[in-house]
């Protein structure tokens, strides 16, 4: 079922003259999540993926697909992470190009934030309820 509502930023690819792409990894899609692991929220160090902001991911001819939401509609982080997932994502020779699609429903709760994720707000000082 389509999300009720979304929000789509084509994010450019990369130079594709600089460097030769080499062949994706058998499993793209976990290694495009294995990546998404390494993009910290720009306020806290927790991972997009353990706060559980990542709702999907697609690979298709060298281009991600995100299905991304935030923790507010009013998310003042909002144009950082966009750009940090496209910059982390594009590191990968692989990959030619990034699509982020905003997804608000379901909304993002707690409840998505990952045990480690959990561990790790605590061990911040952050109550998670």
Known sequence: MAPAYTQ??????RDLWSRPRLTSPEDAVAAVWQALGEVLDPEIPISLTELGLIYGVEF???VVRIELTFTATACP?????????????????????????????????????????????????????
């Not at 940090?84 to 994502?89: E, K, N, P, S």
Request: hydrophobic share 30%; proline share 3%; with cysteine.
């Open 77 to 129: 982080c909002m144009d950082f992470i966009r750009e940090d997932l496209r910059d982390r994502l594009l590191q990968e020779s692989w990959i030619d190009g990034v699509e982020i699609h905003e997804v608000w429903s379901p909304p993002w709760t707690n409840d998505r934030i990952t045990q480690e994720g959990r561990d790790k707000l605590r061990s911040l000082g952050i109550g998670v309820g």
């Open 8 to 13: 789509s930023y084509v994010s450019g690819g």
């Open 60 to 62: 298709r001819e060298a």
